[in-house]
C-alpha cells in the first residue's frame, strides 16, 4: 500500500472511531427468529460472491426468511460483471468511497439506514469501508470475526482460530446465531 493510500486510511480509520455511536443498546436474536437480516462482505472473487449468495439461499430455504439484504465490497475501480444489482443484492467499490476510504452513495446510505434485526460481518480481514457501515448501521445486533478493531464495532465476535476459509466462518456464524436465546430441548426424564 503506498504512503498516500495508508495516510487515506489512517485519517478513514480516525473519522470512523469519532463518529461511534456512544448509546447503542444491542438487542441479542437467534438467526431462526430474525425476520429482517443484513449481510456485508468482501468480494475476492466469483467464488467469494457465490458462498454469500448460497448462504442467502440457505438461510431464505431452511429459516423462511425473505427480508435479507448483502452488500459487498469490491476493491476495483469498477464493479465486476457478476456483482450487478440484483434482489437482496447490492455492491459497492472504490468510486463509491471518499477520500478518506469512507462509502458513500445511495445503496450505503439505504443499507445503513435500515433497521436489520441481525447484521452479519463475513469479512475476513480488517476493510475500512465494511467496518465504516457496520458501525454506522442502524442494525440491533451486529456479529462477526473476533479482531482488536472489531471490539468497538460488533456486539459478538466469532473467533476462527486461524482459519482463513470463506466457508468454514460462515458455517461457524450461522451455528453461533442457531445457538442465541435458543429453545432448550424438553429433557424425557
Not at 472504490?94 to 433497521?115: C, H, S, T
Amino acid at each position: 500500500m503506498r504512503l498516500l493510500d495508508r495516510i487515506k486510511e489512517w485519517m478513514g480509520t480516525r473519522r470512523l472511531l469519532r463518529d461511534l455511536p456512544a448509546d447503542r443498546k444491542p438487542i441479542a436474536r437467534n438467526i431462526a427468529l430474525a425476520r429482517k437480516i443484513a449481510i456485508v462482505y468482501v468480494v475476492e472473487d466469483e467464488a467469494s460472491h457465490n458462498h454469500v449468495r448460497n448462504y442467502v439461499k440457505r438461510i431464505k430455504e431452511e429459516l423462511g426468511i425473505s427480508n435479507i439484504m448483502a452488500l459487498g465490497y469490491s476493491d476495483e475501480k469498477l464493479l465486476p460483471h457478476y456483482l450487478h444489482a440484483k434482489l437482496n443484492f447490492d455492491a459497492i467499490c472504490q468510486k463509491d468511497l471518499n477520500w478518506y476510504r469512507i462509502p458513500q452513495g445511495n445503496a450505503v446510505q439505504n443499507f445503513m439506514a435500515e433497521e436489520y434485526e441481525i447484521l452479519i460481518d463475513l469479512t475476513l480481514q480488517d476493510r475500512l469501508p465494511i467496518q465504516y457501515i457496520v458501525a454506522k448501521s442502524r442494525a440491533r445486533f451486529k456479529v462477526g470475526r473476533l479482531s482488536d478493531s472489531n471490539k468497538r464495532l460488533l456486539d459478538m465476535m466469532i473467533d476462527m482460530a486461524g482459519s482463513q476459509s470463506l466457508p468454514q466462518y460462515i458455517q461457524q456464524v450461522h451455528r453461533y446465531l442457531s445457538m442465541i436465546n435458543a429453545k432448550p430441548e424438553p429433557s424425557l426424564n
